[in-house]
Structures are given as C-alpha cells and as structure tokens.
T-cell receptor, first 112, second 115 residues
Framework: GNSVTQMEGPVTLSEEAFLTINCTYT??????LFWYVQYPGEGLQLLLK?????DKGSNKGFEATYRKETTSFHLEKGSVQVSDSAVYFC???????????FGGGTRVLVKP | GAVVSQHPSRVICKSGTSVKIECRSL??????MFWYRQFPKKSLMLMAT?????????EQGVEKDKFLINHASLTLSTLTVTSAHPEDSSFYIC???????????FGPGTRLTVL
C-alpha cells in the first residue's frame, strides 16, 4: 500500500534560517504529491502540490520538487519567519478515489 | 477560492448525547468529501469517504453506526457522532474535492469534547 515518511520534529530554527523537511513515499503508479500546513488550532491548508515527476510546486516562498527517482518530495524555504511556525504534512494521492495518505507531520518552531 | 467551512468550530456535550457536525464547500461543488479525526500532536486518521447521493465508505475499524455520515448535496456533508462518550473527544476535520480535480481542501476543524 501507499505510505509517506517524513522527518520527525520538532524542528527549531532561528528567523531567516534555511528550512528543509524531508519526505519520501512509497506508492504504486504515479501519485500526486502535496504539502499541507496546519497552524495551531486550525485545519489544514494546502501549501503546494505537484502532479508528475520533475514538477516543482511553490507557494509563499516554499518549494518542493517531485523526484520520482528518489521517491521524494522535500519541502524547502530559504528564509523562514516566525509566522511559519506550524505543523507541516506531506501527503500523496493515489488512484483510489483521491484518498490522501499522510506522513506523520513535522512541527516547525521559528524563534525570533 | 476552494473554501470549506465547518460548523460548529467547538462543541461540548454530555456523554450519551448525539452531536452533528456540518461540512460545507462554499464556492465549489464536491462530489466527494472526507472525514478525518486528529488526536493531539498526531497525524490525521481517515474515518470515511462521503459521496454525494450514496452511502459513505468507512475505513477499517470505524463504526458506521456510531459515526453517521450524510452527503445530501454537492456542497454539504454531515457527520453525526451518536451516543458520544469521552473517548470520542477529538478534533474532527473534513475535506472536499472539487469535481474533476484530485486536490482536497480542508475545513478548519471541529473540536468535540464529551464530558
């Protein structure tokens, strides 16, 4: 079956530091890949997505590239802000009715 | 665009009562909606897939008679927790998929506390 593995947190950074959150997946076929962000007490917001190999998703300074050869979709941001403190979830959507398989989530804390 | 709302955002109820949570897609039609449960500091657990006009599909281990799902229109799905108990206390999140796409858009969640 499908699975998503992402690095455990918490990840603590200083403002303006570089952020990387690793995400690897196992899936049959050609899944779509997503990063969602959850701010405290809220639901999930779609951050970015990629639907095929070598696609790069980007939004709000975050980027992730769909790497089929390494089955990865690592999230990066060059200069984080305090407002980026949240939990980040990597997910994939396979062919079966748009069901999402989530990674365990990575909590990021950015300190001023 | 692609806004999903949930109501209520928080609810506290007594053990043994039933609670209904609504999930609405505000600016798109959604043939499919999903219901998740999230425990503190944990990932989301898919409970069921809700399809407009048909019965919901429940994940293994989720009691369909306890968590009643109705998807009566292309913009509304409801989750009713029947005879709630303290162990049902959780954060319930819905998502909706715009027809013809594969992207889920999530509601803000409903925090249920059963006393």
């Amino acid at each position: 079956g499908n699975s998503v593995t992402q690095m455990e947190g918490p990840v603590t950074l200083s403002e303006e530091a570089f952020l990387t959150i690793n995400c690897t997946y196992t899936a049959t076929g050609y899944p779509s890949l997503f990063w969602y962000v959850q701010y405290p007490g809220e639901g999930l917001q779609l951050l970015l997505k990629a639907t095929k190999a070598d696609d790069k998703g980007s939004n709000k300074g975050f980027e992730a590239t769909y790497r089929k050869e390494t089955t990865s979709f690592h999230l990066e941001k060059g200069s984080v802000q305090v407002s980026d403190s949240a939990v980040y979830f990597c997910a994939l959507s396979g062919a079966a009715g748009n069901k999402l398989t989530f990674g365990g989530g990575t909590r990021v804390l950015v300190k001023p | 665009g692609a806004v999903v709302s949930q109501h209520p955002s928080r609810v506290i109820c007594k053990s043994g009562t039933s609670v209904k949570i609504e999930c609405r897609s505000l600016d798109f039609q959604a043939t499919t909606m999903f219901w998740y449960r999230q425990f503190p500091k944990k990932s989301l657990m898919l409970m069921a897939t809700s399809n407009e006009g048909s019965k919901a599909t429940y994940e293994q281990g989720v009691e369909k008679d306890k968590f009643l799902i109705n998807h009566a229109s292309l913009t509304l799905s409801t989750l009713t927790v029947t005879s709630a108990h303290p162990e049902d206390s959780s954060f319930y999140i819905c998502s909706a998929v715009p027809s013809g796409t594969d992207t889920q858009y999530f509601g803000p969640g409903t925090r249920l506390t059963v006393l």
